[in-house]
């Protein structure tokens, strides 16, 4: 069993990358951007590569182009740029400024590319998106574990990301997750299991304890001991009550759904009389606003879809030299 969270940044890059998920999303990329070798056919027929770039007469000079923020915040896509270059301007060299996870002020150079001016060029935008975005969530993470307030920086209270990620950017929205100082959830169905309302909705109460038990042991036995953990999902004191009568192990975290700070106290107190574990995470519409307040509850962690499907990009940009 793989703990993501024990993994240092550098480890956690190479642990994602080794997925293949990264290079496909760079190919395609590279692919909407230069279109794919022959083309798309149908209406563009053969079309491919960076028309501009190809017609501008360009001397064979290597040049210089420097990647700045232009705005402040958390870096965080640096790592991704040498395998972007590699598959789209294997011609080209980059040098970091930065390192993810690191704070940048407006105007600071983050990275160098050195390379021919068209091989520079046709990996701009591909580079400048994806460090923007991931830039981005790595910021508003930090934004969110300092809204948690200085008082909760030392205590076991986490801050998570959810599945609530930017189709195919997942690996590396979680990556910056990190990168911010929040921690990784499970990364897909795969890797973990959470028993949701869904799949509990047709149950009676008392039936609930039974169901959870026979579905955790058949997850753990199917996974043949790599699942991360088993987590159910609560919308109710009541359901709270009814897991908590299982035996310990059976469940690790309990997902405490949509709840007020009065009953994510209650729901504490109810936990606490039996001991420390399963943990409990609270989540559903928790904003900067009000992450404080539930850090003040006592619960273990605390997961926020907003953390990547909220994230706006941080303008950065690339400036070829003269």
């Known amino acids: 069993m793989l703990d993501l969270n024990s993994l240092s940044l550098a480890e956690l890059y190479t642990h994602f990358a080794r997925t293949g998920l990264v290079r496909r999303l760079i190919e395609i990329a590279r692919d909407e951007d230069l279109g794919p070798a022959g083309g798309f056919g149908g209406a ?17 000079r290597e040049r210089l182009a420097l990647l700045r923020a232009r705005s402040p915040g958390v870096a965080c896509g640096l790592a991704v740029v040498p395998e972007i270059l590699s ?6 060299r980059f040098a970091p400024s930065k390192r993810d996870g690191t704070e940048m002020r ?13 091989q520079v060029l046709a990996a701009e935008r591909m580079i400048l998106n994806l460090v923007g975005r991931l830039s981005g969530v790595s910021t508003r993470t ?8 200085g008082e909760f920086a030392s205590t076991a209270t986490r801050l998570y990301d959810t599945r609530k990620t930017t189709p195919g950017l997942r690996v590396l929205e979680k990556y910056a997750v990190r990168c911010g100082g929040g921690c990784c959830h499970r990364v897909g169905l795969f890797d973990a299991a959470l028993i949701k309302d869904n799949h509990i909705a047709h149950l009676k109460l008392e039936d609930l304890p039974e169901f959870i038990r026979s579905a ?3 997850a753990r036995r199917q996974t043949g001991g790599l699942l991360s953990f088993v987590e159910v999902e609560v919308d ?7 897991v908590m009568t299982l035996e310990p192990g059976v469940v690790d975290v309990v997902l405490l759904d949509n709840m007020g700070a009065e009953a994510l106290t209650q729901a504490v107190a109810i936990r606490d009389r039996r001991g420390p574990r399963p943990e409990l995470e609270a989540s ?6 009000t992450i404080a307040q539930v850090a003040r509850t006592g619960v273990d962690r605390i997961s926020v879809g907003s953390l990547t499907h909220g994230s706006a990009s941080i303008d950065v940009g690339l400036d070829l030299q003269p």
């Open 142 to 149: 930090r934004r969110f574990l300092s809204a948690m307030g």
């Open 284 to 289: 559903g519409g928790i904003t900067l606003e």
């Open 87 to 92: 598959l789209v301007s294997p011609g080209c």
């Open 44 to 60: 563009w027929g053969t079309l491919s590569g960076d028309v501009t770039g190809a017609s501008c007469p360009f001397d064979g």
């Open 106 to 118: 407006a105007g600071e150079t983050i990275g160098e590319i050195v390379g021919p001016i068209r």
């Open 216 to 218: 955790a042991e058949a």
């Open 236 to 242: 109710s004191l009541a359901q709270l009550d009814a």
